[in-house]
């Protein structure tokens, strides 16, 4: 089992940039896939980004693409989203997630994950 610990959110002016961290316990970080999804008031929850277990394979929602950039440290077990270019419509919870499927057909969904962290709001005033 692992527990993810996600960091970094806070407010910023539209136009902005914060680096959201996951932080993950146990051994086996480098086992997992980690993904970041985002939930925003009355919304469902939607995937953000996605990396590989060895960082050779990323992939990111229309929304956020060109602007977000998703990154793993495992030897530090970490992974992080890097947000630039923020609008008000980012403004969300996001969480960070650990996958231990290799069938990466259904990684957009919140179902192919096994771990969640607790989230981390980012809020982007205009």
């Known amino acids: 089992q692992v527990q993810l610990v996600e960091s970094g959110g806070g407010l910023v002016q539209a136009g902005g940039s914060l680096r959201l961290s996951c932080a993950a316990s146990?051994?086996?970080?480098?086992?997992?896939?980690m993904g970041w999804f985002r939930q925003a008031p009355g919304k469902e929850r939607e995937f953000v980004s996605v990396?590989?277990?060895?960082?050779?394979?990323?992939y990111y929602a229309d929304s956020v693409k060109g602007r977000f950039t998703i990154s793993r440290d495992n030897a530090k077990n970490t992974v992080y989203l890097q947000m630039n270019g923020l609008k008000p419509e980012d403004t969300a919870v996001y969480y960070c997630?650990?996958?231990?499927?290799?069938?990466?057909?259904?990684?957009?969904?919140?179902?192919?994950?096994?771990?969640w962290g607790q989230g981390t709001q980012v809020t982007v005033s205009s």
């Open positions: 997630a650990a996958a231990t499927r290799t069938d990466w057909a259904l990684y957009r969904g919140g179902s192919w994950y096994d771990y």
């Open positions: 146990g051994r086996t970080f480098s086992s997992y896939a």
């Open positions: 990396i590989g277990r060895s960082a050779s394979l990323t």
